[in-house]
């Protein structure tokens, strides 16, 4: 779930970890270091250094800058600076997210009908509003809120999960479109549900399967979707360029197989994480924290930002699986995460 956190909140959380169980590690005992492909790492990294603003941070960004003329010295830069630290106890838990590419429309009609909302000027950040109920069925209607109309109401309840997005318009123009807000409702997993009413069991549940389920099973499926209480809005992005992704919980944009959206209240967010992830398809990867989500929580939890676009949605909605997450930690802060004695 990807309902994207206020930028305030954002900052709090830079100011460090929540103190939490702590193993430090060596960077030959992280699996697949030697062969990643560290300057891109840094470039992720670069992307939100500057919002880190502690004063164990701000040297490392200033020496960030000039350490990727090569993979080598991007390599060197992050083993200098950093102890690798396993926050909590694996396995992880690793899912995926993607910024969805769907057809819509700046008025209404039979074809496109089911609105995109910017948030009501009366909510206020973190008071409890309207449900998802109450929404679908028109409590905001006719009030001008309404941003575009998608075609899709399965695909309007994805693209809120997912946080953000990019609208195909008739004309050929394209509106990007962002986290703007959400009712304070919790948010409630489909997948979770689905599985204690036994419709499925849990190797069954992806993204794939919740929407073909959703489609095929219609009053029924529409009350499962109503079944999470917590609703997003949306803003434009105007000046947000095509060749970036969209915007984090750190107010910049987040990058492909190189972002992941983590709790802050064990990692911080701007840190470089090492990721191993099991699976399928498995990666050992750095990346960056650079994002949250409202189903994102716990100390080994991540969720990896797969792009853009059908084929990066495809590989997001399956993944689910186990691994370890370490957070590369600045040194000073690192220690100070190692249990006493």
């Given at each position: ?16 970890a929540?103190?939490a169980?702590a193993?430090?590690l060596?960077?030959e005992?992280l ?5 990643d ?5 840094l470039t992720a ?5 500057d ?8 040297p ?6 000039d ?20 926050i909590?106890?694996?396995?992880a838990l690793?899912?995926g997210?993607?910024e969805?590419?769907?057809n819509?429309?700046?008025?209404r009609?039979?074809?496109f009908?089911?609105p995109?909302y ?17 929404i679908?069925?028109g ?11 998608l ?5 309007l309840?994805?693209l809120?999960v997912?946080?953000s ?5 008739p ?7 962002g ?21 499925h ?6 993204a794939?399967?919740i929407k ?25 992005l ?31 967010l ?9 699976g399928?398809?498995p990666?050992?990867?750095?990346m ?8 994102i ?8 930002f ?6 990066a949605?495809?590989?997001?909605g ?5 691994g ?15 249990p006493?004695?």
């Amino acid at each position: 779930m990807r309902a994207l956190l206020a930028l305030c909140l954002a900052a709090l959380a830079m100011t460090g970890a929540t103190k939490a169980p702590a193993q430090m590690l060596h960077f030959e005992a992280l699996d697949g270091w030697e062969t990643d492909d560290h300057r891109a790492a840094l470039t992720a990294f670069l992307e939100t250094c500057d919002k880190l603003t502690d004063p164990d941070w701000r040297p490392i960004c200033a020496f960030a800058a000039d350490a990727g003329a090569s993979d080598a010295s991007a390599k060197a830069f992050f083993e200098l600076f950093f102890k690798p630290v396993i926050i909590g106890t694996p396995p992880a838990l690793f899912t995926g997210y993607y910024e969805p590419e769907l057809n819509g429309s700046l008025t209404r009609s039979s074809r496109f009908a089911y609105p995109i909302y910017r948030k009501p000027p009366e909510l206020i950040e973190g008071q409890v509003y309207l449900d998802r109920a109450a929404i679908e069925a028109g409590a905001l209607r006719g009030r001008g809120l309404e941003l575009a109309w998608l075609e899709d109401p399965v695909e309007l309840y994805f693209l809120q999960v997912q946080g953000s997005g990019r609208i195909r318009l008739p004309d050929g123009r394209v509106m990007r479109v962002g986290y703007g807000g959400k009712n304070g409702h919790p948010y409630r997993s489909v997948g979770a549900e689905m599985i204690r009413r036994g419709t499925h069991t849990p190797d069954e549940v992806s993204a794939q399967e919740i929407k073909a389920w959703v489609r095929r099973s219609g009053s029924s499926g529409s009350a499962m979707l109503n079944h999470n209480p917590s609703y997003v809005f949306f803003r434009k992005l105007d000046e947000l360029p095509a060749d970036k992704g969209p915007i984090g919980a750190m107010g910049r944009s987040i990058t492909p197989l190189r972002s992941v959206a983590i709790d802050p209240d064990y990692t911080p967010l701007g840190a470089p994480v090492w990721i191993e992830k099991d699976g399928a398809d498995p990666l050992r990867r750095l990346m960056v924290a650079q994002d949250t989500g409202g189903a994102i929580k716990g100390m080994q939890r991540a969720d990896i930002f797969y792009g853009t676009g059908d084929a990066a949605g495809n590989a997001a909605g399956t993944v689910k699986d186990g691994g370890r997450m370490i957070v590369l930690l600045p040194i000073d802060r690192a220690y100070a995460m190692l249990p006493e004695g």
